[in-house]
């Protein structure tokens, strides 16, 4: 597995106001939204691509274009939601599959309560929308959800990381085709499982307490 720490200004500007208490949730879903296509960027640099040629005006340019079969984009439900619409920006052919984990308050385990993902993903690049990877349960859980359906590489885009979750998606695919692309990796996590300083609850700013 590989960790890449968007360090761009414009990426760590976007991260300052998102973090901030005081953003209500219209700005916190732009600034997310923008966030993610920054993301998006370097998240598909390594995307597969196939040569082509283009005829042009006046002659015959070498280009590429991305590889069949399209690449799937997982976002977890429900903060994933909110980073769907600045992936699919980037990457408007791929599909989009759907996992739904939910996280024990008391235990911080995860089970699956949705897995709307194709049964084959021999060949496929998937990439993983998950704005916070906090302990690492979750993700760790859609990216073996993801290897043992056969994809050919997996990409967390995560707004923020915690060095715990890291470590603990690190250990669990140390030797796969497994990168986490994030705005920042921070201190610690809280005895509630929170990112610090982090952001709050991620679904909860984009979408309201339920
Ligand atoms: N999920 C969130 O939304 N925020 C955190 O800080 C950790 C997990």
Redesign the pocket.
């Known amino acids: 597995m590989r960790t890449l720490v968007i360090d761009h200004p414009l990426v760590t500007h976007k991260l300052t106001a998102l973090r901030d208490a005081a953003s209500d949730t219209a700005t916190f879903r732009s600034l997310t939204d923008e966030l993610v296509t920054l993301l998006a960027y370097e998240a598909t640099r390594e995307i597969r691509v196939q040569p082509v040629s283009v005829t042009t005006p006046v002659g015959t340019a070498s280009g590429v274009k991305l590889a069949q079969p399209v690449p799937l984009i997982v976002p977890v439900l429900r903060?994933g939601i909110g980073m769907l619409d600045g992936m699919t920006r980037l990457l408007p052919m791929a599909h989009v599959g759907f996992v739904g984990l939910r996280?024990d308050e008391e235990s911080l385990v995860a089970s699956t309560y949705a897995d709307r993902l194709p049964a084959d993903l021999t060949g496929r690049d998937t990439f993983v929308l998950d704005?916070?990877?906090?302990?690492g349960g979750t993700l760790a859980t859609v990216i073996s959800m993801l290897v043992n359906r056969g994809a050919a590489s997996v990409t967390a885009v995560c707004l923020?990381a915690?060095p715990e979750g890291l470590r603990h998606v690190e250990a669990a695919f140390a030797a796969d085709e497994v990168r986490v692309v994030t705005a920042s990796v921070d201190e610690r996590?809280?005895d509630k499982?929170?990112?610090?300083p982090?952001?709050?609850?991620?679904?909860?700013?984009l979408f309201g307490r339920i």
Do not use: C, E, F, K
């Open positions: 903060a996280r704005p916070m990877l906090a302990t923020l915690a996590l809280n499982g929170y990112i610090v982090g952001l709050g609850d991620a679904g909860d700013r």
